[in-house]
């Protein structure tokens, strides 16, 4: 079985890769060493024109893994959406990044990706139905106001880190 330390940091990875793969802001916006991006598309049919996701804190998905292990048997497989059950624009994750780190990231709108839907976002009656499991940080700007100090305090991720004053 895997350790608690084994599952948070697959989960870490996990969410950096699908921030990468999915709007490339992500990626940028938690490092520091950027502060340009790119969004790829402003004409889908949604209210600011930019796609709709589902952004979950790292903290809830590792918790959601957790649940999901405790309560597993042998020969039964759970399958869960984890989300938040809430989409948030692309164009609100930039202002939430603005507000949370301070920087005034310059954006570059692209135009969008062929396949890319409008809006995806989880349904999590599932995982709160049979694991009572439901996302407690689910304030945007606040999640990524930690990930911003925690990624300025250690800028070459694990094993190094920087005292910062919190701004």
Same mark, same amino acid.
């Given at each position: ?6 599952? &948070?940091?697959?989960? !870490?990875?996990?969410? =950096?890769?699908? &921030? ?20 790829? &598309? ?15 804190? !790292?903290?809830? $998905? ?12 042998? /020969?039964?497989? /759970? ?7 809430? &989409? =948030?624009?692309?164009?609100? +994750? ?12 310059? !954006?570059? +709108? ?9 809006? !995806?976002?989880?349904?999590? %009656? ?17 999640? $990524? /106001?930690?990930?911003? =100090?925690?990624?300025? %305090?250690? =800028?070459?991720?694990?094993?190094? %880190? ?6």
């Amino acid at each position: 079985m895997a350790s608690w330390r084994d599952v &948070g940091e697959r989960q !870490v990875r996990v969410v =950096r890769r699908t &921030g990468i793969e999915g709007e490339e802001l992500h990626e940028c916006s938690l490092s520091g060493v950027e502060v340009a991006r790119m969004v790829r &598309g402003i004409d889908y049919k949604t209210p600011d024109g930019t796609c709709i996701r589902d952004y979950i804190d !790292v903290t809830d $998905l590792v918790d959601a893994h957790v649940k999901a292990l405790e309560k597993a048997m042998p /020969g039964k497989v /759970g399958i869960y959406n984890v989300g938040t059950g809430r &989409g =948030r624009s692309v164009k609100e +994750f930039v202002e939430a990044c603005k507000k949370a780190t301070g920087v005034n990231i310059k !954006v570059d +709108f692209l135009p969008r990706r062929p396949g890319d839907y409008a809006e !995806v976002f989880s349904d999590p %009656s599932k995982i709160l139905l049979e694991l009572n499991w439901t996302a407690q940080y689910t304030d945007l700007q606040k999640s $990524l /106001g930690i990930a911003w =100090r925690w990624q300025k %305090s250690h =800028r070459n991720g694990y094993g190094t %880190s920087v005292t910062i004053a919190d701004s």
